[in-house]
């Protein structure tokens, strides 16, 4: 490793930042390394990090990576979650530490246990009997405040330490709710804080790459997306910030990668990545939009030695696009990746769901037939296509949040016809495990009753859950193969990401009508509610 950060305990508050998953996913996280650093920033703070390694770790005692302390030494564990499915490890984790893994059951001796985290600030909820308190938003926003509160008060007996906690914008305390919903906290000046690669190791994802958020949020509204609405609004870096965090990115090595919901909104991206290319770096891109796709930009990833693009259609079919408010004709797909191809890349990944809604057999087809149609116009480049198909997983507060997920074997069906259809014309085919995504979709839409099924899994598969969901008389139908009643009370609604639910409504007949919504401008709107 390079960059890590090793301090010394005396009189300072000891945290550990855990990543409920391996080095190698925990690593790769910029989120997870922008929390480590900014904690590690103020001077009566030492953060170390844990990992875990569910297939190879479940008996061991978890300790952190600096210090090789176990967790009990620590004053706070602060879980770092981003997906559901890493909900799973929290207990054994717990368990494994000598820790009782419910929060009613840890008295005064034992540390403070908080999360953060995409998931968990959409619906905290499933995961509510065992934390302490969680971080509702962006953790640049909230930990100022968080951490003067919590050094003052770590003497204070434990009820008095979470009463003066549940004061803090964007904190929610299960223990201690009031009935009046969280609010999603947000950094309003974006570059007051950097978000860089703090450590390089090529044991990542990205081996060694020096990642740079460029821009945060998305004002596309794709009505799936949780990203789209709980990051929002859209925020980006000045050109002059971005190309200091570079240079010193270049002392680490040539590989920079820009990281963003879409890069390509980034308003200067064409001159960020031509200067880039100056700087003599080697320029990576997390993702693009279909539509707009800069020929500069492409040309300067190109010529940096990018091999691969990745482009998100979502769906085949023209009606399924104007459902999700995509923003991306057929027309616009063809021309993207003719563009990608004509600049020399050597593969373009192109990522589609199923089980939309509304969803038909036809649309799968037209999946097929449009992504033969797509290698059949650049395989004379030397280009080829991938596919990743990933199961549709409602998520709390976006507008699909009260519709369905189609039947398991509806979804391995129309996988199966997309894999058959495609994988004898040389197109390969990734797909997210279908039993897996409907887990994700419980948890997506779960509340605290699933905490009891959490606690009492004695192993990780979809045999062992669904046990535990049968023990507990929990029914997965309930939670994800049902369409919610808008009068119903929703779980997630201890928090408000700032949108309302009546634009999630309105966003959601929309839907319904295949009417689209322009992308938020940037600036002077207020239509959702949260600017």
Known sequence: ERGTIHKDWGGRTPIALIYPNSYYLGMSSLGFQTIYGFLNGYENIVCERVFWEPKIR?????????SQRPLPDFDVLAFSISYELDYFNVVPILVASGLPPLAADRNESHPLVIA?????????????????????????AILPRF?????????????????????????????????????????????????????????TDLSDMYLIEIARGCGWGCRFCLAGFWFRPFR????????????????????????????????????????LHQMGAVTSVSSLRVRPLSRIVLRGLAESGTQTVSLAPEAG???????????????????????????????????????????????????????????????????????????????????????????????KRRINRIKNGLTKSGIEVRTESVGWSLVQGVLSRGDARLGAALASMSGYSLAEWRRALEVRDLNADYYIHRELPFDEPLPWSVVDSGVTPEYLGEELAKARRWAQTQPCPLKDCHECGVC
């Open 58 to 66: 479940r008996a061991e005692e978890p300790i952190s990576l600096e």
């Open 317 to 411: 079919s023209e009606r399924l696009r104007q459902l999700i408010n995509k923003g991306a004709t057929e027309d616009d797909i063809i021309e993207a990746v003719d563009n990608v191809a004509e600049q020399g890349l050597r593969q373009i990944k192109l990522y589609f769901m199923i089980g939309l809604p509304t969803e038909s057999d036809d649309d799968i087809e037209e999946t097929i037939r449009l992504a033969l149609n797509l290698k059949g116009r650049i395989e004379r480049t030397g280009c080829r296509i991938a596919l990743t198909v990933e199961p549709f997983v409602p998520k709390a507060g976006t507008p699909f949040q009260w519709l369905a997920m189609p039947p398991e074997e509806v979804l």
């Open 236 to 275: 980006f870096r000045p050109l002059d910030s971005l190309l200091a965090h570079a240079k010193n990115g270049l002392e680490y090595g040539r590989r920079i990668g820009l990281l963003a919901a879409a890069v390509s909104d980034h308003p200067e991206i064409d001159e960020l990545v031509s200067r």
């Open 147 to 203: 951490i003067e509160v919590l050094t003052r008060g770590l003497q204070d007996k434990k009820d008095q330490l979470l009463k003066e906690l549940a004061s803090v914008p964007g904190v929610y305390v299960p223990a201690l709710y009031d009935g009046k919903p969280v609010s999603r906290q947000w950094l309003a000046a974006l570059d007051s804080a950097a978000t860089t690669s703090v450590i390089l190791t090529a044991d």
């Open 116 to 140: 953060g985290g995409p998931s968990v600030t959409a619906n905290p909820q499933p995961l509510s009997p065992f934390f302490d308190c969680f971080a509702i938003g962006e953790g640049e």
